[in-house]
């Protein structure tokens, strides 16, 4: 498949969201990816690889339905105000578990409260972010395929094409910190993931063309 079809079957995703085409960005990696990234002016859709190598016409059209689903979503502004909140959460816990410390603990106990109660606030701001992210993912799924009429299982299989090696990285073995690690996943695993998409009913493209 050339390159100008790729920017067909995009248009015709997004414009099946009712969101503008993003800006499409083609680079040559070894792996492949699909992915859009916020600019201030707009949108930029990253077609990293040679995606109709891995995947066929119609999981490449399901991805870009997921793809403009998140635009549809405006899960871009919305991580905004997820971050934020995250850290409002955190940082509120750390000035009760401050308070707390100042009351019940000697003097000495309280600097190391101060010192290192920092890092596990810290992870779990990102894993709360991450969290919202992962809801997202989810949420890009359905209403690609309950409201823009991609086939779940031909965006099942394109995710599983697509995704790498999700076994816990060498690393968070051996500190034996593998729920930590998944904890910080931005993107469910793909399981989950084909499980739920699995579940979905979709709509049928002539009722979602004519939406
Ligand atoms: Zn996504």
């Known amino acids: 498949m050339n390159r100008e079809t790729l920017i067909l079957l995009a248009n015709a995703a997004f414009m099946r969201?009712?969101?503008p085409t993003p800006r499409m960005i083609f680079l040559k990696t070894p792996g492949c990816n699909v992915f859009v990234v916020p600019t201030p002016r707009k949108p930029v859709l990253v077609i990293a690889g040679d995606l109709s190598a891995k995947l066929s016409t119609e999981q490449i059209e399901a991805v870009f339905l997921h793809e403009a689903a998140h635009l549809a979503c405006k899960h871009f502004s919305k991580r905004i105000l997820a971050n934020l909140s995250a850290l409002l959460w955190t940082a509120s816990g750390l000035v009760v578990l401050f308070l707390i410390a100042v009351v019940l603990l000697p003097p000495q106990w309280v600097v190391l409260v101060a010192?290192?109660?920092p890092i596990p606030a810290a992870v779990a701001q990102i894993g709360l972010f991450s969290r919202a992210l992962r809801a997202q993912e989810f949420e890009a799924d359905r209403v690609a395929v309950e409201k823009l009429g991609?086939?779940?299982d031909q965006?099942?299989?394109a995710i599983r094409n697509l995704s790498g090696d999700e076994s816990p990285s060498a690393a968070a073995k051996r500190w034996n910190v593998t729920g930590?690690?998944?904890w910080l996943q931005t993107h469910p695993p793909t399981a989950e993931r084909e499980v739920k998409l699995r579940a979905l009913v979709p709509v049928k493209s002539s009722q979602s063309r004519a939406a």
Request: hydrophobic share 65%; proline share 7%; aromatic share 14%.
């Open 150 to 152: 991609a086939d779940p």
């Open 155 to 157: 965006l099942a299989s």
């Open 115 to 117: 010192f290192f109660a």
């Open 180 to 182: 930590v690690s998944a």
């Open 17 to 19: 969201a009712g969101v």
